[in-house]
């Protein structure tokens, strides 16, 4: 079989790509979220966690950084004060000083993902930063390595906390929060396992997050485990795009974001880097075909291994970006509409398995805002055999897309389409909704692709 694809028309990315973990626009659950920020910011009387402390001193002792926020809150106040501002029905939080920023950062250490009034405020920090990252300055700051670092040590104490019993108090009171009867037909309730057969069902956050299924292969069966020509989806989830003849060097531009892998296949730490190179990962996928998927909040959050083979070196774990965004303004839409540039920027896993028949395959579980913590199973090591459908990793609490790069094979043709015969658009509909799901969704180890000869 032989099909012949073409380049896609350009288009347009909305500015506001919705996948779920915001509330819709115009929803009052905004400014409630926003209200109880302000509050928390009037109450406090205390010492700031000693990351949040760092932070703050960053944002204030360096005369470039200072600069960047004092300019992104007075611009912030500029867009408050700016009559019939297109906000795409999200409010804008009044962010006046670092101080202030860190105080919210400080409050939201110990704020689980909540309903208000059934909405969900699945990305709290996301939620409030969108006060800044449509500066320009504001954009800057958030793309400083620096900034990020720092960043990171306070979500890494937020991930800390929702490991904690004190993160479950979603789970205490049936029929609130993620009780609801709206939450559990989200993420159908009966088909998880559960810590308790009492409340609280799960014992944390990140343990409700990283539910396994009670029946796994009843739910998510393997298309065709015993070969590598059917290719399966490493994730649960919606398509985002697919690309092919995949370039080494590309620029990204606002009407159509181009996948570069030389950008993607790098790491700013050189032990990472080295390895990268060594392994020539930039020759080897250029010329294949990417396909992306993005997550929305009540997906199945673990990811399992696509293919037949084994791995060519320890998966890594890139440090990068967390708000950091190409497509600006962007209110609401929790930085899903820059997917293929946050490829690039954002802090993000990466794993190469080698087959004996269809090349290699790289996999990214790639990092977004404040959801950001990425684990590899503990059998993902050098040289390790790998199956179709074995536990490969997880987001603990972390990641909200998926990246599958395909060795691009000579006398093969690789061609995206479900088990029906049904082609998946190469740009899909946008979800829309706070449901979250695009119109094109994926399971994990459903088929995604066939290799053909040409």
């Not at 309730?189 to 956050?205: A, G, H, Q, R, V």
């Not at 398995?353 to 996999?363: I, P």
């Not at 690789?414 to 119109?439: C, E, K, V, W």
């Amino acid at each position: 079989m032989q099909v012949s694809y073409s380049k896609s028309e350009h288009r347009a990315y909305p500015s506001s790509y919705r996948t779920g973990w915001l509330p819709e626009p115009g929803s009052e659950s905004w400014t409630k979220f926003h209200e109880e920020l302000a509050e928390a910011v009037r109450s406090f009387d205390g010492e700031l966690d000693p990351v949040v402390q760092d932070l703050l001193e960053f944002l204030t002792d360096n005369p470039i950084v200072a600069y960047l926020m004092k300019a992104a809150c007075s611009q912030n106040w500029t867009m408050l004060n700016t009559p019939d501002l297109d906000t795409d029905g999200v409010p804008i939080p009044w962010i006046p000083d670092a101080q202030y920023f860190a105080i919210v950062c400080n409050f939201l250490l110990e704020w689980w993902p909540h309903y208000i009034d059934d909405d969900l405020v699945g990305l709290p920090f996301s939620g409030f930063t969108v006060g800044i990252d449509p500066t320009l300055p504001g954009s800057q700051l958030l793309g400083l390595p620096q900034f990020n670092e720092r960043m990171g040590a306070v979500l890494n104490k937020w991930h800390a906390f929702l490991g904690t019993k004190a993160s479950a108090g979603g789970f205490a009171v049936e029929g609130e929060q993620w009780l609801s009867p709206k939450a559990k037909k989200s993420y159908d309730f009966d088909l998880w396992e559960k810590d308790n057969s009492t409340l609280p069902y799960w014992n944390s956050w990140n343990s409700f997050f990283t539910r396994q299924f009670k029946d796994r292969d009843a739910v998510r069966p393997i298309a065709d485990p015993g070969s590598n020509q059917t290719v399966i989806c490493p994730n649960d989830g919606s398509v985002f795009r697919w690309d092919w003849n995949v370039a080494a060097d590309d620029t990204f531009w606002f009407k159509d974001m181009n996948y570069s892998l030389r950008n993607i296949l790098s790491s700013p730490d050189p032990e990472q880097q080295g390895v990268i190179d060594e392994f020539g990962l930039v020759d080897m996928f250029t010329g294949g075909y990417v396909f992306q998927t993005y997550l929305n909040p009540y997906n199945f959050h673990r990811w399992w291994v696509p293919v037949n083979g084994r791995i060519m070196f320890n998966p890594m774990r890139i440090p990068g970006a967390y708000f950091n965004k190409l497509v600006l303004p962007d209110f609401g839409g929790a930085t899903t509409a820059s997917l293929p540039y946050l490829a690039e920027v954002n802090a993000r896993g990466l794993i190469v398995f080698e087959t004996e028949d269809y090349g290699r395959v790289c996999c990214i579980p790639l990092g977004m805002s404040e959801v950001s913590t990425i684990t590899f199973d503990e059998k993902m090591y050098d040289n390790a055999p790998v199956s179709k459908g074995q536990e490969m990793g997880m987001f603990n609490y972390g990641g909200s897309s998926f990246v599958v790069i395909y060795e691009n094979l000579p006398g093969k043709q690789l061609i995206f389409m479900d088990a029906d015969g049904n082609h998946y658009p190469q740009r899909p509909a946008t979800a829309t909704s706070s449901s979250g799901a695009g119109g094109n969704v994926t399971n994990i180890g459903s088929q995604i692709g066939v290799w053909y000869s040409r």
